[in-house]
């Protein structure tokens, strides 16, 4: 059982277009990450939220983390091919030391 | 600065031969992840390190599976014997500090056993 469910699992859209991929989770951690893997490449981080509401952008990227800290959302504006890859939230805890990473959702972005 | 490096990055092997996957995370990071990574599972936990010391192997899948870390650049995953359902991409990480810092993965041991 995955702790982190992230949906949807797959998504593919046109250059241009704006998404919403969702990360979440019954329990609640105190840092929440988003990465990008592509093909062949280990994940790479994008950003680290850690406060309830908290909201980061990173260009087009907005990155939200629930109220309550149990969910958070990847939102792209204007979509690029260069964004297409799997995206991956992970959750940690400060208790233990651990990470745990959501299920992926798989973005294809077409010219 | 060199980043986490792993070898070999692709492997092909019999069933029931042993595999050694290898880890050198980045100088100064105290804790050692190896995960694994499948279509079906996605990217899984397998066992941490901090200061070179396994905290937690709860997600290593059964004793066929080993994993050291005789000192802080150095770490294995040792699979022994191997078998077809053991196929994945198996990365390792490395962190400095704790939960809520970067973490940074290798480039991935790709692994097929036939």
Redesign the interface.
């Known amino acids: 059982t995955?702790l982190l469910e992230q949906s949807p699992q797959f998504l593919s859209i046109q250059e241009g277009e704006n998404l919403t991929v969702y990360c979440n989770s019954s329990s609640v951690f105190?840092?929440l990450?988003w990465y990008r893997q592509e093909p062949?490449?280990?994940?790479?981080?994008l950003v680290?939220v850690?406060t309830g509401g908290e909201v980061k952008k990173l260009k087009r990227l907005t990155f939200q983390f629930g109220d309550a800290r149990k969910d958070s959302s990847l939102h792209i504006t204007a979509a690029q091919p260069g964004d297409t890859g799997l995206y991956?939230c992970?959750g940690?805890?400060?208790t233990?030391?651990?990470?745990?990473?959501?299920?992926?959702t798989s973005l294809t972005v077409i010219p | 600065d060199a980043g986490?490096i792993q070898s070999p990055r692709h492997e092909v092997t019999e069933m029931g031969q042993e595999v050694t996957l290898r880890c050198k995370p980045i100088s100064g990071h105290n804790?050692l992840?190896w995960?694994r990574q499948t279509m079906m599972r996605?990217?899984?936990?397998l066992i941490?390190f901090?200061n070179n010391v396994p905290?937690?192997d709860s997600g290593m899948p059964e004793d066929r599976f080993s994993a050291k870390m005789p000192n802080a650049s150095f770490s294995t995953l040792k699979i022994q014997p191997s078998e077809p359902r053991d196929s994945a991409v198996y990365?390792c990480?490395s962190r400095q500090g704790?939960?809520?810092n970067?973490?940074?993965?290798?480039?991935?041991s790709w692994l097929t056993v036939v």
């Open positions: 995955q105190s840092s990450q062949g490449e280990g994940p790479v981080l680290t850690v991956l992970a940690g805890r400060n233990g030391n651990q990470f745990y990473f959501g299920t992926g | 986490v804790s992840f995960y996605g990217l899984e936990l941490y901090n905290i937690d990365f990480a704790f939960s809520g970067t973490i940074y993965f290798g480039e991935g």
